[in-house]
């Protein structure tokens, strides 16, 4: 007979310790996003591109694709990161891993990528 550990607990030993580390992944994911600036929604993106400040998403993606040697772009979403624009890029690179690549909004060029 399967019994958790520790037995007090019961199986709410398991439900406990899934929503802690839900909570902290949680945490964690918002303190990154704050320090990396706030992005902007589907409309904002085209309403910048529009304005004419920002290269179209299709440039950044492909910079960014070029930079992580091939492979698929996951996600792809403008922030705003000090005064400027800056793409944020994860790409599924074709060994599995994913690599994140920042591009400047308004000139297409890689920034970082790792």
């Known amino acids: 007979m399967f019994r958790p550990w520790p037995p007090y ?19 964690l994911a918002s303190s990154e996003t704050a320090a990396q600036g706030t992005c902007l929604s589907p409309e904002e993106t085209r309403t910048a591109v529009a304005q004419g400040g920002v290269v179209a998403p299709p440039r950044a993606v492909s910079a960014a694709r070029d930079a992580a040697s091939g492979g ?15 793409y944020r890029i994860s790409v599924l690179r074709r060994d599995g891993r994913v690599a994140r690549i920042v591009v400047d909004g308004g000139s297409g060029r890689v920034l970082e990528g790792r």
């Open 9 to 27: 607990f019961g199986a709410m030993w398991g439900a406990r310790t899934i929503f802690a580390a839900s909570v902290l992944v949680a945490g």
């Open 72 to 86: 698929e772009v996951v996600r792809a979403e403008l922030c705003r990161q000090g005064g400027s624009y800056v």
